[in-house]
């Protein structure tokens, strides 16, 4: 089982930069996939990234190419998100997730959750 706790969100200016964090447990995390979604009010929930077991592989939702940079550090058991030149629309909560797939695409099953955190972007 693992367990995914996210930080880092907050309020922040058009523009501006945010860093999420992902801490998770258990040994197995660094042989899953991971990725992180979000979801606005009134909206689905949408991909924004995803990165393999080894950090080697990521893929991005077009609307975040360039912008945001998936990463990971298995030594710390951490996936982040850092987040540049962010916009209102990037406004919704984000969730990390895992995988026990190693290299997840964006229709990956994701298994593991975190509880989200807030971003929001004014203008």
């Known amino acids: 089982q693992v367990q995914l706790v996210e930080s880092g969100g907050g309020l922040v200016q058009a523009g501006g930069s945010l860093r999420l964090s992902c801490a998770a447990s258990?040994?197995?995390?660094?042989?899953?996939?991971a990725g992180w979604f979000r979801q606005a009010p009134g909206k689905e929930r949408e991909f924004v990234a995803t990165i393999d077991w080894r950090g080697g592989t990521t893929y991005y939702t077009d609307s975040v190419k360039g912008r945001f940079t998936i990463s990971r550090d298995n030594a710390k058991n951490t996936v982040y998100l850092q987040m540049n030149y962010l916009k209102p629309e990037d406004t919704a909560v984000y969730y990390c997730a895992a995988s026990s797939t190693a290299v997840p695409g964006p229709k990956t099953w994701y298994s593991y959750w975190g509880q989200g955190t807030q971003v929001t972007v004014s203008s």
């Open positions: 258990g040994r197995a995390f660094s042989q899953y996939g």
